[in-house]
């Protein structure tokens, strides 16, 4: 069965409708917790809230809610009844597989952001700002480093949506223990494999980052080496984690083609 657009809707418009009132909670969900959680930092911190605190928190809840509600996409695979419901019904796997991932992509960074711009327009200016023009985080603004914070969150997201569809129970918890346990393994190998190389102790060896290094001057005296790409070349390393979510994507697709009734 191939894809079909007008199918296609139809699956989309059926999984909103039996699942919105979950989605308006999470919603509401998601939004209390940003707002608890901005709340916090302006009232614990003396200064105004800076746009690089701004990032950080737009950064690191968009990781973890992201990666939460996409695991939970595919969860009616988990329970044998609805397995059947969702796999019996007349739409091809890509259809299938394309609801789940406008929702947890498409439409969760729009629902995102709106909380975000909500919850920060509401609670920032009630900072004391001292006299000065409240300043809030403008995503379209982002500079380079910034917008890797998408190129993050997709590859978190390909990670997060092959753990839903691979993982019938606990998906969350077994997809963010086996990508910790990937990436410390990754890391320790990666960090011997550059002592080898190099001939000494390594800092910093990171997969696909600067590599950190020293010589010992005296007892309390060492001296520095970085090695990195070329300014001009580090849009290279983007190349890293779009094709690995490129990679899981797709390997999440053919997961999904192998489910049976």
Request: hydrophobic share 55%; with cysteine; aromatic share 16%.
């Amino acid at each position: 069965m191939q894809f079909n657009f007008s199918r296609f809707w139809r699956l989309f418009i059926k999984h909103t409708a039996e699942h919105y009132k979950f989605y308006l909670m999470a919603t509401a969900v998601l939004a209390g917790i940003m707002a608890l959680i901005t709340t916090f930092v302006v009232t614990a911190n003396p200064n105004p809230i800076s746009l690089e605190l701004q990032v950080i928190l737009f950064a690191f809840i968009l990781f973890a809610s992201g990666s939460i509600f996409t695991s939970s996409i595919f969860s009616d695979l988990g329970d044998k009844k609805k397995a059947i419901a969702t796999l019996s019904l007349p739409a091809s796997h890509l259809e299938k597989y394309l609801v789940g991932w406008v929702y947890s992509t498409l439409i969760f960074f729009v629902v995102f952001l709106a909380c975000f711009y909500a919850v920060f327009h509401l609670i920032v200016p009630m900072d004391n700002w001292m006299g000065q023009e409240p300043q809030i985080l403008n995503v379209l603004s982002f500079d380079h480093d910034e917008q890797n914070i998408l190129l993050v969150f997709l590859f978190l997201h390909a990670i997060a949506f092959w753990g839903s569809i691979t993982f019938e129970k606990w998906h969350f918890i077994k997809t963010a223990f086996l990508f910790f346990v990937i990436m410390i393994s990754l890391i320790f190998i990666n960090e011997n494999v550059m002592e080898g190389l190099i001939g000494r102790e390594v800092e910093n060896a990171s997969p696909f980052s600067n590599v950190t290094f020293f010589n010992q001057l005296a007892q309390d005296r060492r001296e520095y080496f970085k090695i990195e790409l070329p300014e001009a070349r580090k849009n290279l390393l983007a190349i890293v984690p779009v094709g690995m979510a490129l990679l899981l994507w797709l390997t999440a697709f053919l997961k999904l083609k192998e489910k049976e009734v």
